[in-house]
């Protein structure tokens, strides 16, 4: 007699499971434009929201989109888009738009080799920067980097609670392995996940100061169409909303923005970790390649290399609090990226020459090997 199928275990892709945590965490609307390799995420929305009440549109392009999921916001949706590179380029200035407004909205880029158009259907690790600079101005973002498809799940499940609780658009930084690739899930039971709100204003309707930024709370956020009247504009704004150039407010605004993210990157900080207990060689490493980078920690091993991986999944705002904590006790640190060398950037700054640290770039479109990184160790250490 054959078992009996356990119907809560799924085999999905990235993409996939990037939906249905973003319906799990209370998502009711999407707005977006297909591009490969992030199309399967509009098209499970486009299936899936119109079955539980929510609404999805296929707008004319990346920036119709997140324009449309920031008014969705403001609304009092929960809203999300999904996009790749050349889209994510257009979306960078109502991205800045969402920051300083202190709109909450998701926006998961699946990555692929760039720049233009590049090569659509592979992988890299290009947006790094882009997603902490790419908009102008001085702003904070909050940036999550999967490495397995329940992540994706669980990843996109903590942007959709973040960008409510800080009132502020988050990322969801996948790369075409991840968005593409299949494993087996074992979905968690409906309503497991815990997702934090906006809040609710209180009932004075005057005293609503939507844009306040004192002391360490986040100002709740009413909806148009409620009884809370409030203004939003992409000027520099007071505690009501409305543009202002009083030099004491605009420094205040700006450097609100930014510190209640930045504040908080130890508390935001997510790490994974692979025999970093007695390693003197560190791998630093996030998404498709930090599951590279595990089997060269074997590989290593078994040559006598005392190797581990610090596997990052929150990217911006970056917590350097690990790296000092291990920096002791290691001789060197190699970060391998699908790009010429960005988040080893941070990794760099953060130890300030302690510790040598090696970038270790791919940019042709395919992923790494154990090998190459394991080549690489082995040859650095040598040197």
Request: some cysteine; aromatic content about 6%; proline content about 6%.
């Amino acid at each position: 007699m054959s078992a009996k199928r356990n119907k809560d275990i799924k085999v999905l892709q990235g993409n996939e499971a990037c939906a249905i945590g973003a319906v799990a965490a209370g998502v009711n609307f999407f707005a977006g434009y297909p591009i490969t390799p992030s199309s399967e995420v509009a098209e499970f929305m486009a299936r899936h929201l119109p079955l539980i009440g929510g609404r999805f549109i296929q707008m004319e392009d990346e920036i119709a989109s997140i324009a449309a999921i920031i008014g969705a916001s403001i609304a009092g949706s929960r809203s999300m888009t999904a996009t790749s590179g050349p889209g994510f380029s257009l979306m960078q200035e109502n991205l800045g738009l969402a920051c300083l407004a202190e709109i909450p909205c998701v926006v998961v880029n699946v990555m692929r080799a760039g720049p233009s158009t590049g090569l659509p259907t592979q992988p890299a690790q290009a947006d790094v920067m882009q997603t902490r600079w790419g908009t102008h101005g001085d702003h904070a973002i909050i940036a999550l980097a999967p490495s397995t498809v329940l992540e994706c799940i669980e990843l996109t499940v903590c942007c959709v609670s973040l960008a409510e609780k800080y009132r502020t658009p988050t990322v969801l930084l996948l790369d075409e392995v991840i968005g593409h690739m299949r494993e087996s899930v074992t979905l968690p039971p409906p309503g497991s996940y815990h997702c934090e709100s906006r809040g609710t204003p209180g009932a004075d309707l005057d005293d609503y100061c939507p844009a306040a930024c004192e002391g360490d709370t986040v100002a709740p956020l009413g909806h148009f169409g409620g009884p809370h009247r409030f203004h939003v504009t992409g000027l520099t704004h007071d505690k009501h909303g409305f543009p202002t150039m009083v030099p004491d407010e605009v420094d205040q605004k700006i450097h609100w923005i930014v510190d209640k993210i930045e504040s908080r990157a130890d508390e935001l900080a997510m790490n994974d970790e692979f025999m970093t207990d007695d390693c003197d060689v560190l791998l630093f490493a996030y998404g498709s390649t930090a599951r590279v980078a595990k089997a060269s920690v074997r590989q290593l091993r078994e040559q006598g290399i005392k190797a581990g991986l610090l596997r990052v999944k929150t990217i911006w705002p970056f917590s350097g609090k690990r790296l000092h904590e291990l920096a002791p006790q290691l001789r060197g640190i190699v970060v391998p990226e699908m790009n010429m060398g960005q988040l080893v950037l941070e990794v760099e700054r953060t130890i300030g020459g302690g510790v040598p640290v090696r970038r270790l770039g791919r940019v042709d479109g395919r992923l790494f090997t154990p090998d190459q990184i394991t080549d690489f160790v082995t040859e650095e250490l040598s040197a």
